[in-house]
């Protein structure tokens, strides 16, 4: 497997409460990525990254904000959690522009 | 922006028996189409991939074929094995788009079954 760690594995916490989920990468690798997983949707990009401090919004962005200091970390922020961001997290990476993505274990979330 | 549908949503199949699964994408600018097989409680894997240059491709007991008038493609898994059982995604992007990544378009993902 790749070297992506997402932390923490599973979460849970109170509806308008700020919550991050951290992506760490051992890969030097330039595109970073967080989607969320839902039965019936599949997995919907929320936010990525194509270098230190350029991020860009995905399909799902509302309610997420996303950071990258450094080359092996991304972070994702909800900024007040609510039920309907129950879900699990995925961040994925890669080397060159939507090719070749390396999944992580995942982050369960569940929002009460 | 791109649309893909995946089906079946789920298929069952007999063990050796051959699976096939279907997606269709909406742009066609899209080039790059992956799949991704999801075992429970793991993050996707990739398992073959495609780029829009070449119609099929081969690894081992699986292949995956490209149609891009019709802008469908397929994976094709022969002589199924019980740990073939997962969720399977099909995906597609845009390579060489500028301005910045992305990411992939997925479907909504197989549940293939391997009935012993």
């Known amino acids: 497997d790749a070297g992506i760690t997402q932390s923490p594995r599973h979460k849970v916490t109170e509806t308008g409460t700020p919550v991050t989920l951290r992506c760490h990468q051992t890969?030097?690798?330039?595109?970073m990525y967080w989607y969320r997983q839902d039965p019936g949707h599949g997995l919907r990009l929320i936010h990525y990254s194509y270098g230190v401090k350029d991020t860009d919004k995905g399909e799902v962005s509302d309610g997420y904000s996303v950071s990258r200091s450094k080359t092996e970390d991304f972070l994702l922020t909800l900024e007040s959690a609510t039920s309907s961001q129950t879900s699990v997290y995925f961040c994925?990476?890669?080397?060159?522009?939507?090719?070749?993505?390396?999944f992580g274990q995942g982050t369960r979330l569940t929002v009460v | 922006g791109e649309n893909v549908e995946q089906h079946p949503s789920t298929l069952s199949v007999q063990e050796g028996d051959s699976a096939v699964i279907k997606c269709t994408y909406s742009?066609?600018?899209?080039?790059?189409f992956p799949w991704y097989k999801q075992e429970l409680g793991k993050g996707p894997q990739l398992i073959i991939d495609?780029?829009?240059?070449?119609g099929e491709k081969k690894d081992q007991r699986i292949a995956v074929t490209l149609n891009k008038t019709a802008k469908h493609f397929s994976l094709h898994i022969t002589e199924t094995q019980p740990e073939d059982s997962a969720v399977y995604f099909c995906a597609a992007s845009k390579l060489g788009s500028g301005g910045g990544a992305d990411g992939l378009t997925f479907g909504k993902g197989t549940h293939l079954i391997i009935q012993p």
């Open positions: 742009d066609s600018a899209s080039n790059y």
């Open positions: 890969e030097n690798h330039r595109y």
């Open positions: 495609i780029r829009s240059n070449v």
């Open positions: 994925a990476i890669s080397t060159t522009e939507n090719t070749e993505a390396f």
